[in-house]
């Protein structure tokens, strides 16, 4: 792939027919996948050591870019490594937290000071302390997230969230766990997790590689991760599997940032198995969606909704 066009890409500027080219490039192969998270990674360095000088906030956001349709596929942010963070910082870690905010439409990937690389997806929150990596490794996720966790028998790496706490030395795995919202989500990839009750320092499940758990309203369930498809949102692909329209318009509302009303409550048990991608907008997948179920819906830009009757 053109290095210059990658880079147009990353800046937001390239065009809608440079970006299907670029996502058709990263779908087609585990090979382009990985150069295009190396050039990324190289981009956002070099950007990063332009600018670090000159930052003085702890707290970052990435900025949306259509409401409808996500253009961009990725926005990727890198932390700043322990020895810059304290040479341009001097503060009381107690008091002060990074913070990486992902809105709608967009992902982001950084690399936390111990090595740990993480992607956040849309609406997701990731907080730590300013000396992470010092004495603890503890993260608080809302959203969703994958980590790639940089080994460190000393230090265990703990991804805390409103229902559970996930203790690792070094592995990789994913964690879906909105707030508010009773609902938990873990797939291992490789290595082993330990998962806690948020309230209460007791193993409530032990998983391992290529496994799934899911707790909701309080109903847990284990189970063999047959495929890996559903992690590909760090592609821009999201991939859903047997699941009850109410759980994939869940989804959509927060890659999207719209609210979903159904009128019509008998299609949320319907289920839904398909490979959509982002960039496409929500309204394809509701198009492909009603190739096998009968419903309508309307727009209102105005109010940010869609109404499924």
């Known amino acids: 792939m053109n290095q210059d066009i990658l880079h147009k890409y990353f800046k937001g500027i390239a065009t809608h027919e440079e970006e299907a080219q670029i996502l058709d490039w990263v779908d087609a192969s585990p090979e382009n996948q990985k150069q295009f998270q190396k050039e990324r990674m190289l981009f956002d360095i070099a950007l990063f050591s332009e600018t670090s000088a000159k930052r003085k906030t702890v707290k970052r956001y990435i900025t949306p870019v259509l409401k409808w349709t996500a253009g961009i596929a990725a926005a990727v942010l890198v932390a700043v490594s322990c020895s810059l963070l304290f040479q341009e910082f001097s503060y009381n870690a107690m008091e002060h937290l990074q913070t990486v905010t992902v809105p709608a ?11 740990t690389t993480v992607w956040l997806n849309s609406q997701s929150t990731l907080t730590y302390q300013a000396d992470f990596g010092r004495k603890n490794r503890d993260v608080r996720l809302n959203g969703e997230a994958f980590f790639d966790v940089t080994p460190n028998k000393d230090i265990p790496f703990n991804v805390n969230t409103q229902i559970n706490q996930i203790r690792v030395v070094g592995t990789k795995f994913n964690v879906c766990s909105y707030d508010n919202t009773n609902n938990f989500e873990a797939a291992l ?14 193993v409530i499940a032990r998983m391992q590689k290529d496994e ?3 707790i909701s309203n309080g109903v847990m369930k284990h189970a063999k991760l047959d495929s890996q498809d559903f992690l590909r949102w760090r592609e821009g692909i999201y991939c859903f599997d047997d699941i009850p329209l109410s759980e994939l318009f869940a989804k959509l ?6 609210e979903i009303v159904v009128e019509n409550k008998d299609i949320l048990s319907y289920r839904c198995t398909g490979k959509f991608k982002e960039r496409d907008g929500i309204e394809h997948i509701l198009k492909v969606i009603q190739k096998d179920y009968k419903f309508t819906y309307k727009i209102d830009v105005e109010q940010n909704r869609i109404t499924i009757k």
Not at 105 to 115: E, K, S, Y
Not at 253 to 258: L, S, T
Request: glycine content about 8%; cysteine-free.
């Open 189 to 202: 990839v490789e290595g082993m997790i330990d998962i806690y009750s948020a309230h209460h320092n007791k």
């Open 105 to 115: 439409g967009q992902r982001a990937q950084i690399v936390l000071a111990d090595g």
């Open 212 to 214: 799934f758990l899911s």
């Open 253 to 258: 509302e927060k890659y999207y940032n719209v």
